[in-house]
């Protein structure tokens, strides 16, 4: 790229860009409005997916009606009528949430249902059905039981496997319930005609290996099966009363002592993070197991209960009661029934239940106004970066031109509302903005552990220094304890100056990155300021560290690893440059090549984000231009400075979303190291914000969103700037949308 874009201006519905031929600040903004030049503004209406369970109700009776009950209010929403099947029994949803696998026992088919528009996409005809059908945790395969048999269904094809049905003949007589382990390698599966389960490898689909029969209890009439982990199952067994452990799965199964609940336990489940289960009983009563220590308490549903599943968040647990036509909600927390659900529409009263959780990566429509709070800004204002309060606040920094162009802060619930109790005595109550000198732009914000908030930014019109400005949680300017008088400081840092993103050390210490020219060439640019704002000189050179890196440099982002050591994240002559710094600011000779390291990804790459993860390992978030197309790059590289070939085998992603993107952000999303990167995807009419989530190894997360991207549409011209995590999961996104800034919040 010959020119760098430095400031983004506005006249009237124009968009003004300003370019720099020597500097190198980042250049995100700029692209997005350079691809979007000719779209007209308006704030168009965005429609949100829904967020919230939904539950499906079968019943044990000759019955084709689905009943749906939507968890926001726990209510029957909808009874759909499956065309052609005459007794529906078990129920199963694909890991991304899309598909409902449903069996029928009257046509011996199952039935695949779109849960977008509840159409049947087809369906399958077996050898014979039971009751239960299950998908694999990988989304591949479907397993639909018979009396001594199963099938398995390929959910790519949605056909039957080769070698289906699979016989059980002399080890079990008839199947009554499935549980797959976390892997998809192994299947097990219970008989209510004895008292025997199997254990079936099933890492070849096509060719199981099943086990010979393994008794449990004493009674004959096994029921439900859950796993607590990949080597300990719970077993129902229905004539003694009990639930019994079996440990040791993968090697020689033990059957450990049994624990007694309600009269004629039917099915079990266990939460997510497996210290309680959950067991049916006819008896009216839900069996509540805290599996540490084999104890238990009962609940009082419905007559005869039956089905059950628990919401992802192990917040409610659903009972279908088929003896009283109801379903119970169950709060987890107190262990007692929170609502009773009338169930009528479907004939024999409800049996069994699937749940389809929150659907990752769509608006949480209870955040602000369905999912997004919109703040009208003047113009050339402008967004950078956010940063999460411990209480889930949300605070945002950028420019304002209210006035002169100025730093600007604004705080927001952590419900979406404006926080009027930031700065609640200013003119704009949840706002904040400081001018310094005559023209101020913030870029970085960070939260020190006393909840103080400190902004980076500089000066725009002379671009010479950079500065910081300190406040306290409620928004007042820090004036006695940071730079006092002042709550600010400026320093000089050369021409050309920018600061681009801030970080704290361990200390408390501050490190204010960016870039500045030195000696004619645009260099990478560190300062280090103590908790009370003065520049520390152990730091670098008399507190400040330059890195001068070909003919363009800059530092976009910063990430401050556990040992201090300072990650920055940049660009020099159109590749993506990784710097680590020890703690005092020197070049850290045991990262890349003395210090440095620039990814090649076979094109040109520009980084605007980077972030480490709980590994140590160093991501980062970009673009590119491939045949003249732009598109979106997520890199990973080795603590030691190299890429990392564990993900995505190439140690970095080329995503293609739409007619071109860019990823401007990314957040680690725990606890699995899940990472979520935004940015934008030019559509037909408009731009719209995008989200993609990436497992650990590098592949895109399919059940996130559609097919592991979201793309939201918010007036004509939007994207997503930063990103951040709640303490609930839930991702915050805050971007640009025309003349708005936004905040929303998306599942996890």
Do not use: H
Request: proline share 3%.
């Amino acid at each position: 790229m010959k020119k760098w874009f430095s400031v983004i201006k506005r006249k009237g519905s124009k968009l003004m860009l300003k370019f720099i031929a020597s500097t190198a600040p980042s250049i995100q903004d700029a692209i997005v409005y350079k691809k979007c030049i000719l779209i007209f503004i308006s704030l168009a209406t965005y429609t949100p997916l829904m967020s919230n369970p939904f539950i499906y109700v079968t019943s044990n009776s000759a019955n084709d009606k689905i009943a749906i009950i939507d968890g926001a209010n726990n209510e029957v929403v909808n009874t759909y009528t499956v065309s052609g099947s005459t007794n529906l029994r078990g129920t199963a949803i694909t890991p991304n949430n899309r598909y409902l696998y449903v069996s029928d026992s009257g046509t011996n088919k199952v039935y695949v249902i779109d849960r977008t528009d509840n159409s049947i996409v087809t369906s399958v005809s077996v050898s014979s059905v039971t009751q239960i059908v299950a998908v694999t945790p990988d989304g591949n395969y479907v397993y639909v039981l018979g009396s001594a048999a199963y099938n398995v269904i390929s959910t790519a094809t949605n056909t039957l496997i080769s070698g289906s049905p699979f016989s059980l003949s002399g080890k079990i007589t008839l199947a009554a319930d499935i549980a797959i382990n976390s892997t998809s390698t192994a299947a097990y599966i219970t008989d209510s005609a004895t008292n025997r389960f199997v254990t079936i490898d099933i890492t070849n689909p096509s060719s199981p290996v099943i086990s010979s029969p393994i008794t449990v209890g004493s009674g004959s009439g096994l029921r439900g099966i859950a796993l607590a982990s990949n080597t300990t199952a719970y077993i129902v067994n229905t004539p003694d009363n009990k639930v019994y452990p079996v440990t040791d799965l993968t090697g020689t199964p033990t059957v450990g002592t049994g624990i007694t609940v309600g009269t004629s336990p039917n099915f079990i489940e266990i939460n997510s993070n497996s210290t309680k289960a959950y067991v049916t009983n006819s008896g009216g009563t839900v069996s509540v197991i805290t599996l540490a220590t084999s104890s238990v308490a009962s609940i009082t549903v419905g007559a005869v209960a039956e089905g059950v599943v628990i919401t992802s968040d192990d917040a409610y647990v659903y009972v279908a009661n088929a003896g009283s036509a109801s379903v119970s909600v169950i709060d987890t927390s107190s262990n007692t029934v929170v609502d009773t659900i009338s169930v009528t529409s479907i004939t024999g009263g409800p049996y069994f239940l699937s749940i389809a959780s929150p659907e990752s990566g769509v608006l949480d429509t209870t955040f602000g106004n369905q999912g997004i709070t919109l703040t009208p800004i003047s113009t050339g204002d402008f967004l950078w970066q956010q940063a999460i309060q411990t209480d889930d606040k949300i605070l945002i920094t950028g420019v304002t031109q209210t006035f002169d162009p100025s730093l600007f802060l604004a705080r927001y619930t952590s419900g979406g509302s404006l926080d009027t109790s930031f700065n609640s005595s200013g003119s704009t109550p949840g706002t904040q903005s400081l001018l310094v000198g005559s023209r101020t732009a913030s870029r970085g914000v960070s939260l020190q552990t006393d909840g103080k908030i400190v902004a980076a930014g500089f000066d725009i019109e002379t671009l010479t220094n950079m500065f910081l400005a300190r406040y306290s949680s409620t928004g007042a300017l820090d004036t006695s304890g940071f730079n006092s008088p002042n709550g600010y400081v400026t320093q000089s840092i050369g021409s050309g100056a920018l600061a681009n993103t801030i970080g704290l050390q361990s200390s408390g210490k501050i490190i204010a990155a960016g870039a500045s020219i030195d000696g004619g060439t645009p260099s990478f640019k560190l300062a280090r300021f103590t908790s009370t704002g003065t520049l520390d000189t152990t730091f670098g050179t008399n507190g400040i560290t330059t890195t001068q890196l070909g003919n363009i440099a800059s530092i976009a982002s910063i990430a401050i690893q556990s040992d201090d050591k300072i990650v920055a994240v940049g660009n020099s002559d159109n590749k993506i440059t990784i710097a680590r710094y020890t703690a005092d600011g020197s070049l850290d000779s045991s990262f890349g090549t003395s210090g440095i390291f620039q990814p090649s990804i076979g094109s040109p790459a520009i980084a605007y984000k980077g972030a480490v993860d709980g590994d140590g390992k160093i991501l980062v978030a970009g673009g590119t231009s491939v045949a003249g197309i732009l598109k979106s790059v997520l890199l990973r590289c080795t603590s030691s400075g190299a890429l990392d070939t564990t993900f995505n085998t190439t140690g970095y992603v080329i995503q293609s979303i739409a007619y071109g993107s860019e990823f401007f952000s990314l957040v680690v999303q725990p606890p699995f190291n899940y990472i979520v990167v935004g940015g934008y995807a030019i559509n037909a009419l408009c731009t719209k914000a995008s989200l993609a989530r990436y497992l650990a190894n590098g592949t895109i997360d399919t059940s996130f969103g559609t097919s592991g991207i979201t793309q939201t549409q918010i007036g004509s011209i939007a994207y997503a700037k930063d990103l951040g995590i709640q303490s609930t999961n839930d991702i915050i996104v805050t971007g640009m949308a025309d003349d708005t800034f936004f905040v929303a919040r998306y599942t996890s």
